[in-house]
Each structure stands twice: as C-alpha cells, then as structure tokens.
C-alpha cells in the first residue's frame, strides 16, 4: 500500500491542479446546505484519492472526462469502485459533459443522496470518523 505521507502528496498537488469541471462543481457544492459537514476534495482514502467526498454521509462523488470510456480506465475504474463500496463509501459519477450541460440537475442529484429527494429538508449531518477497534 502507498503510505500516508505519499497519498496525500499526490492529493495536494491534484488540488492545486483542478481541472475546469471540478472546479464549477466544487463552487457548487460549497452553495449546498450541509449543516454540520462538508465536502473535502481531492481526499485520499484508503490507497486512491478521490474527487469529492462528504464524510458525514461516506459519499463519494467523481467526474470522469471521456478518457474513463477507455477499457483500461473503465477497467481500474470498476476496481476502485468496488473497493471502495466494501469499505463502505457509495460513490457517485457523472461525465465531464454532465457538469457543462446541467449543472443543477447534477447538484440535483446529490442533494438527494444526501438527504432522500429534492423535497427535503436539509438536516444537520453528523460527521463520522471510523473508529478504530481495539483487539
């Protein structure tokens, strides 16, 4: 596994290298109402580093650009996924193209993985850290 120190080298420098889709969705996703939580970018969880994250609700949000439709990315990608989603994250995609040609329904979209649909209410999320048994 790559060590700590090294993920979240590689985690910084993506975040000072945003590409143009992250960035307008990470504006607005700072609009949403998340009372007591927030979404981190660029976050290293476990051996990957992801886009977006929302640690009060484990969810896990990435934009893939057209390159992802290749086999080999399609590939690492069902990988990541997968592990990811038995570490117990749900994790959320949307193209590139998405972002650019609607944005609200994209912001739409993760309003209701936050909150259950478009008609809630946006309620207080408490942020939870994996606790560490002890053996």
Not at 58 to 75: C, P, Q, S, T, W
């Amino acid at each position: 596994m790559v060590s700590t120190s090294i993920r979240r080298a590689a985690a910084k420098r993506l975040r000072a290298n945003t590409t143009p889709h992250e960035r307008v969705l990470w504006r607005a996703l700072k609009d949403l109402p998340m009372d007591g939580s927030h979404f981190r970018r660029q976050a290293p969880i476990g051996p990957y580093v992801v886009d977006f994250f929302c640690p009060a609700k484990r969810l896990i949000i990435e934009l893939d650009g057209g390159h992802h439709n290749e086999d080999a990315m399609a590939k690492r990608d069902a990988e990541r996924q997968r592990w990811l989603e038995d570490e117990g994250y749900h994790v959320i995609r949307f193209w590139n193209s998405e972002i650019t040609a609607d944005l609200i329904a994209v912001v739409e979209r993760i309003y209701v993985e936050l909150y259950g649909s478009r008609e809630a209410a946006a309620v207080h999320l408490e942020h939870q850290r994996k606790r560490k048994t002890s053996t």
